[in-house]
Nanobody
Framework: QVQLVESGGGLVQAGGSLRLSCAAS????????MGWFRQAPGKEREFVAA????????DYADSVKGRFTISRDNAVDTLYLQMNSLKPEDTAVYYC???????????????????WGQGTQVTVSS
């Protein structure tokens, strides 16, 4: 069982930046592809970004491309999401997730992720 704990959320003005972190409980963190998702009130949980096991490949939702950067540090079992030029529509609870399946395809569907964190709230004021 992998435990994931997000941190770094908060309230920020439009145009500002935040950096989210996701700490994993297991030393086999480097074996998992990882992703970030978000869920706004009344909406479905949606894909934000994904990263390969080594960090060499990344993928982003069109809505965040060019503003958000996903990264990981396998030495400390931590995933990151740097969010710049934040907009009010980025307001949501942000979740990190682990994909433990074999293969190298970076997945966008929440059903394809096996472990989830508890989420961290990001609120962007206009």
């Amino acid at each position: 069982q992998v435990q994931l704990v997000e941190s770094g959320g908060g309230l920020v003005q439009a145009g500002g930046s935040l950096r989210l972190s996701c700490a994993a409980s297991q030393r086999i963190f480097s074996s998992y592809q990882m992703g970030w998702f978000r869920q706004a009130p009344g909406k479905e949980r949606e894909f934000v970004a994904a990263i390969s096991r080594t960090g060499s490949s990344t993928d982003y939702a069109d809505s965040v491309k060019g503003r958000f950067t996903i990264s990981r540090d396998n030495a400390v079992d931590t995933l990151y999401l740097q969010m710049n030029s934040l907009k009010p529509e980025d307001t949501a609870v942000y979740y990190c997730a682990a994909d433990v399946r074999f293969g190298s395809i970076l997945r966008h569907l929440k059903e394809e992720y096996d472990y989830w964190g508890q989420g961290t709230q990001v609120t962007v004021s206009s």
